[in-house]
């Protein structure tokens, strides 16, 4: 029986387990990836494994979330970032060179290795044909240091693309059309690996796109082959050695396939609040909007950046409309200096911002109460843009150019029909915003500065023998992170200080949850269907752990946020019976008896103490993942075995 792409890599880096699907299997990891806003908790935590130089072929920390510089706090986050890579022996990419995923995937992801990243779009550089995953901070830190990074083996399912797309369709409009199809929740625990004749119609840029908004599928990740495009794209990078062919076997198996056909697509939005309600741009022709913002790492390439260009060139943004760009990286954003399209943009009036994560990240750039945003970006969860009442859609760079123009939501394949958007053989290359690290006889006198904003992250104790603490919190399904630790310009700074960061924790769900929970001393959290879906952030964990928070029950979890309840030692707990969910109220004293016994044999009794009546809940974990929860997470377990 032939393999599958994503089998053929875990095969090479397999280290634990077996590819059959459901077990958990270990990896060894080529690459990592961090970026500020998760990266100063990861390499705390890293220092804390006390491992003199990193030993992985390449890991790289970014700048590109956090970079406003309001007050001393990003930038006291920044020179921390900088001078511990240049301890351990990382790369930096240096504030303004571009965003991670976007860099990565120019500069450094090669075919057929494995990359770890703590951020949840690290998924982009499956558009080169490498095995790449979202985590959280601390699996960074212990794959940097060697160590293996475990997932549970994923089933395949295969995405066959057929034909080609029409001019004003684009990529970002197959990904859509594949979460209109599969929904938020439709890629858990699954690998999206695209085939088909269709495949080769699209360039390595493209196939990004789509590989990146796998993880608003929550898939574990998705992944393109590597083949002549791929060549091409590597070779434009001055990178044709890192090239190798790969594909799956011609009889390779998948646990399920969906068809798409290219040449039926039309341009589409998700609409406001989720990546999954998508429309047709035709059927929400002339709502009016005011903001329009092209970039992130979903949609900011250099042939993204010219096709918008091209269309607002010898025009003027329409004059209720305000029109952001941010190019994905000074690579992108100097070729567009240099070949005159961003003349073109910015005589059409748009406004230029930093090549970074900016707006999608709520750092800046929100849109005025009520209004509608259209945003070639990745999640539109309500809120993330820093207006609660704001409505955003997600759409190509092709209907939120041309729609900027109208002032009105506009289909773009009339316009696009005109165009013909050549982007060059090579690219510019210029690598010198990449600090190297220390030689290993200099690492010794690198001092690490350590400003105030970097505090001390909360540890959790061993798992007692039991637990009865009340309900501080009860939410519905599809809760992100984003609800439970907000992002954006107010908050991002603090990303280094958990004390802090907790006033604001699960602010817009409940705003009394934070005065709550800390006056309850110890607490537990009930949820629905796909807790915890969005960013790969931590803090979602290490706040709440700091509030009291030491077990969560719900109806299913997304992966990443699960494994850092683990890593932290809060309990990821399962309703065995869903119907469970509705019998408990906010308040309601919960006791689990037994966790020892527990922790072993994967059932939790749950007796509730107000109610009178008991269910059971699973901890539905591999054996190392519990073992890890009976020592109050990985840092306790490590300092048990030490
Ligand atoms: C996001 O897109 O939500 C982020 C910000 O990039 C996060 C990481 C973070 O919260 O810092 C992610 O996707 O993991
Ligand atoms: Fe940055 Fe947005 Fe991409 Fe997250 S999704 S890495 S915030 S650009």
Not at 124 to 141: K, N, P, Q, Y
């Amino acid at each position: 029986m032939g393999l599958t792409l994503s089998e053929k890599i875990i095969k090479a880096h397999l280290v634990e387990g077996s590819l059959e699907a459901g077990g958990e299997i270990g990896l060894r990891i080529d690459q990592t990836l961090t970026q500020d806003s998760t990266g100063t908790m990861a390499y705390l935590q890293y220092e804390a494994l006390g491992i003199p130089r990193v030993k992985t072929e390449l890991s790289v920390a970014y700048i590109d979330h956090n970079i406003l510089q309001t007050g001393f706090e990003n930038a006291d986050d920044h020179e921390y970032i900088r001078t511990v890579a240049k301890k351990y022996g990382i790369r930096f990419s240096r504030p303004g060179n571009g965003i991670c995923h976007h860099v990565h995937l120019e500069r450094f992801a090669r075919p057929g290795k494995t990359l770890i990243g703590s951020d949840s779009h690290t998924p982009t550089a499956g558009g080169i044909g490498s095995l790449a995953f979202g985590a959280g901070g601390l699996d960074v830190a212990v794959a940097m240091g060697g160590g293996t990074y475990y997932i549970t083996a994923p089933k395949v399912t295969e995405v066959r693309l057929h034909g080609s797309l029409g001019k004003g369709v684009a990529a970002k409009d197959i990904i859509l059309e594949l979460l209109k199809i599969l929904s938020v929740k439709g890629g858990v625990g699954r690998i999206i690996e695209y085939t088909g004749d269709g495949v080769a119609s699209l360039t390595v840029p493209e196939r990004a796109t789509i590989t990146n908004m796998g993880a608003e599928l929550g898939a574990t990740t998705s992944i393109f082959p590597s083949d002549e495009n791929t060549r091409l794209f590597l070779a434009a990078e001055g990178r044709e050695q890192d090239y190798v062919p790969l594909s799956a076997d011609p009889d390779a198996v998948y646990d399920k396939t969906v068809e798409i056909d290219l040449s039926s697509l039309v341009p589409l939005a998700a609409c406001p609040h989720m990546p999954d309600i998508v429309k047709p741009v035709g059927e929400l022709a002339g709502q009016k909007l005011e903001q329009v913002c092209i970039g992130s790492c979903t949609n900011s390439s250099l042939h993204d950046m010219l096709t918008v260009a091209a269309i607002l060139k010898g025009k003027t943004v329409h004059d209720g409309v305000s029109l952001t760009i941010s190019p994905g990286s000074r690579q992108v954003l100097t070729m567009l200096s240099q070949c005159g399209a961003l003349d073109d943009i910015l005589s059409a009036g748009a406004r230029v911002l930093e090549c970074a994560c900016g707006p999608c990240i709520g750092m800046g750039q929100s849109p005025a109460s009520g209004a509608v945003s259209l945003r070639t970006f990745n999640r539109n969860f309500e809120g993330r843009s820093g207006t609660a009442d704001a409505k955003v859609y997600l759409v190509s760079p092709e209907t939120a150019a041309v729609s900027a123009l109208t002032g009105v939501f506009t289909d773009p394949r009339e316009v696009c029909a005109e165009l013909d958007i050549i982007v060059p053989e090579r690219f510019y290359i210029n690598d010198n915003m990449v600090d190297m690290p220390a030689g290993i006889d200099e690492a010794a006198d690198v001092n690490v500065r350590r400003g105030p904003n970097i505090k001390p992250f909360p540890l959790c104790e061993e798992l007692p023998e039991s637990i009865s603490y009340p309900v501080s919190l009860k939410v519905g399904d599809n809760i992100t992170t984003d609800h439970i630790m907000p992002a954006g310009a107010k908050i991002l700074p603090y990303r280094s200080n958990i004390p802090y960061m907790s006033n604001f924790c699960f602010m817009q769900c409940d705003a009394d949850f934070h005065t709550r929970a800390a006056g309850l001393g110890r607490s537990i959290i009930v949820g629905g269907e796909n807790y915890g879906q969005g960013s790969s952030r931590e803090h979602a964990a290490l706040v709440p752990l700091y509030l009291g928070v030491r077990a969560v029950i719900v109806k299913s979890f997304a992966r990443i946020h699960r494994d850092n309840l683990v890593n932290t030692g809060i309990l990821p707990l399962l309703f065995t019976n869903p119907t469970d969910y509705d019998r408990i109220a906010e308040g309601d004293v919960l006791e689990l008896t037994d966790l020892h016994n527990a922790v072993e044999q994967e059932t939790v009794k749950v007796f509730n103490k107000t109610k009178n009546e008991s269910y059971t809940a699973k901890l539905d974990l591999s054996e190392r993942q519990r073992r890890l929860l009976r020592y109050g997470g990985v840092l306790g377990y490590t300092k048990h075995n030490a």
